[in-house]
């Protein structure tokens, strides 16, 4: 599958949020469910691809996937990686993670922290991040995994 990262535009907020529901809605989440957290943390705004390091996959100038990392003085969180189902598995979750640890290690960061979905929770690990402990959400109502990416430099 051919693909090409790049950066994310805020007029594609719409869109972005699109890929966020479908990704997360491929792991059998009732559509009320999918309702509740568009509310909470699946919506992206063009407000937030100003604010924060936002990269896009494309496939034929079409966007399948996309990555956020939170820059904070505390450290950098990867916010978003949502990948459309239909494109999981052939190597654009991958992609846009070196993207986005990449990013990290270029601001001389050491580590990227982040909340994981279950069903992403193997993924993660593929990568190479280590279970750091857990994170029961109310808002969720379930418990989620944190994980920690250890970036190298000149990644």
Not at 60 to 66: A, E, L, R
């Amino acid at each position: 599958m051919n693909f090409t990262i790049r950066a994310a535009r805020p007029e594609e907020a719409g869109e972005l949020t699109r890929i966020a529901l479908k990704s997360k809605g491929h792991w059998g989440y009732s559509e009320e469910q999918l309702r509740h957290w568009l509310d909470g943390f699946l919506a992206v705004s063009a407000d937030y691809v100003r604010a924060n390091r936002v990269w896009v996959a494309d496939i034929d100038s079409s966007p399948v996937g996309f990555a956020a990392v939170k820059e904070m003085d505390s450290g950098a969180e990867l916010d978003h990686l949502w990948i459309l189902p239909e494109c999981m598995g052939n190597g654009v979750g991958k992609a846009l993670f070196a993207r986005a640890a990449g990013h990290v290690a270029g601001t001389g960061r050491r580590e990227l922290v982040f909340t994981s979905d279950p069903h992403a929770d193997g993924f993660y690990e593929k990568m190479g991040a280590q279970r750091i402990g857990v994170h029961h959400s109310d808002f969720q109502q379930r418990k989620l995994t944190i994980f920690r990416f250890i970036v190298k430099p000149g990644v």
